[in-house]
């Protein structure tokens, strides 16, 4: 009954800048916390960035100081901007939230996850 979508993805120059969006849907109560992941071939799922209901932020080590993570309470959407970036910031982006769901109440929360989106940095 929830599900989340993602957008804004595509191919930019390195040095450039991009701007993720995720919007989740469906019968939400409560939406905790928000975050990002970072996902290559061969590689793991990567922390980002999260962000809690109250506004702490959390950042992965490679992206801290060219990557700002916000949300949207009232459109159930978090955002990623990405400034500066780097080849090696090539990847799917997955969007996850941590969501409270009315139509499902005893299972307390759980996490969501978007459908992707790649984001390619290439000259």
């Known amino acids: 009954q929830v599900q989340l979508v993602e957008s804004g993805g595509g191919l930019v120059q390195p040095g450039g800048s991009l701007r993720l969006s995720c919007t989740a849907s469906?019968?939400?109560?409560?939406?905790?916390?928000m975050g990002w992941y970072q996902q290559s071939p061969g590689k793991q799922r990567e922390l980002v960035a999260t962000?809690?209901?109250?506004?702490?932020?959390n950042y992965g080590n490679s992206v801290k100081g060219r990557f700002t993570i916000s949300r949207d309470n009232a459109k159930n959407t978090v955002y990623l901007q990405m400034n500066s970036l780097k080849p090696e910031d090539t990847a799917v982006y997955y969007c996850?939230?941590?969501?409270?769901?009315?139509?499902?109440?005893?299972?307390?929360?759980?996490?969501?996850w978007g459908q992707g989106t790649q984001v390619t940095v290439s000259s």
């Open positions: 996850n939230m941590n969501i409270l769901d009315y139509k499902l109440p005893t299972l307390g929360w759980r996490d969501y």
């Open positions: 469906g019968s939400i109560a409560n939406i905790n916390r």
């Open positions: 962000i809690t209901s109250g506004g702490t932020t």
